[in-house]
Nanobody, 124 residues
């Protein structure tokens, strides 16, 4: 069993920055790849970014490429999402997720565990 707890969300003006954190407990954090997803009101959940177990491989959605950066600190059992140049369309609940296949996957169905989410609101 793995527990994931996101933090760092909030209200920010367009062009601003936020750093999301996801703290993991339970099984060995370095055993699984991690992803960030988001869901805006009335929309389907979408992939944001993912990172491999050791942090060597990452993937980003085209919509956030060049603005968002995923990273992890296995010593701290934490994955991060640095979000810069935020836009109103980035407003959503952001979720972190874990999978044990080391899949740097864009498919949420490949992930085994999910956090409860943190709200990010970007005002124009």
């Amino acid at each position: 069993q793995v527990q994931l707890v996101e933090s760092g969300g909030g209200l920010v003006q367009a062009g601003g920055s936020l750093r999301l954190s996801c703290a993991a407990s339970g099984r060995t954090f370095s055993s699984y790849a991690m992803g960030w997803f988001r869901q805006a009101p009335g929309k389907e959940r979408e992939f944001v970014a993912a990172i491999s177990r050791g942090g060597l491989f990452t993937r980003d959605a085209d919509s956030v490429k060049g603005r968002f950066t995923i990273s992890r600190d296995n010593a701290k059992n934490t994955v991060y999402l640095q979000m810069n140049s935020l836009k109103p369309e980035d407003t959503a609940v952001y979720y972190c997720a874990a999978n044990f296949g080391d899949l740097v996957s864009t498919d949420g169905n490949q992930y085994d565990y999910w956090g409860q989410g943190t709200q990010v609101t970007v005002s124009s």
